[in-house]
């Protein structure tokens, strides 16, 4: 089984950072692509960055140039340094990790179980 535990989230005032963390472990072949959503209440889930291999990354355009994602590959982990944080960023912020868990197996989408992000004075 494929695991996916985050930390980083916590309460900022507005212009502050944070910094998110999700490690991967458990029975990965391979990574294909490693994200961050969030969901703010009453609004859907929606993909704030993406890292595929090869470093080619995604962004939201609403966070553009201030969020940057970043993977360490070693440690099966993404990163999520957000900066000049907003109160339209407080939302729960989600982790997907999109694997093959075997060689013989298709890939599937993993997720986190979540950590809040508020941003309010």
């Known amino acids: 089984q494929v695991q996916l535990v985050e930390s980083g989230g916590g309460l900022v005032q507005p212009g502050g950072s944070l910094r998110l963390s999700c490690a991967a472990s458990?029975?990965?072949?391979?990574?294909?692509?490693m994200g961050w959503y969030r969901q703010a209440p009453g609004k859907q889930r929606e993909l704030v960055a993406l890292?595929?291999?090869?470093?080619?990354?995604d962004y939201l355009d609403s966070v553009k140039g201030r969020f940057v994602i970043s993977r360490d590959n070693a440690k099966n982990t993404v990163y999520l340094q957000m900066n000049s944080l907003e109160p339209e960023d407080t939302a729960v912020y989600y982790c997907?990790?999109?694997?093959?868990?075997?060689?013989?197996?298709?890939?599937?989408?993993?997720w986190g179980r979540g950590t809040q992000v508020t941003v309010s004075s």
């Open positions: 997907k990790l999109t694997a093959k868990p075997q060689s013989t197996l298709a890939s599937r989408d993993y």
């Open positions: 458990g029975s990965i072949f391979y990574i294909s692509a």
């Open positions: 890292i595929i291999n090869g470093g080619i990354t």
